[in-house]
């Protein structure tokens, strides 16, 4: 889940540590634009899976799996009100075809 950063600050921020000069610590960078830096970590690391250079989940993966998810739940509780009314249903209507009182 995103944090109360936008998307656009996250990416300068990223695209700075990157192109940090040799002696300027990540912890730096990190101070410097009021993060911690296990944030800025965790910000280069998923960069790191976006561009395909690490393996790891995408925020575009994530999105669809949580969508995915929501559909199945819904359809779980479809399948549980029509299984539900099924039930009624067949106890309020007794078969026909039975002999007759």
Known sequence: MPGPYSREFREDVVAVARSRESGVSIKQ?????????????????????????????TAADAAEARE??????????????LRRAAAYLSQANPKLGGSPK
């Open 68 to 81: 995915l998810k929501k559909r199945v739940r819904l359809l779980k509780q479809e399948n549980e009100v």
């Open 29 to 57: 960078i990190a101070t410097d634009f009021g993060i911690s830096e296990a944030t800025l970590q965790n910000w280069l690391r998923q960069a790191d899976v976006e561009e395909g250079n690490r393996p790891g989940q």
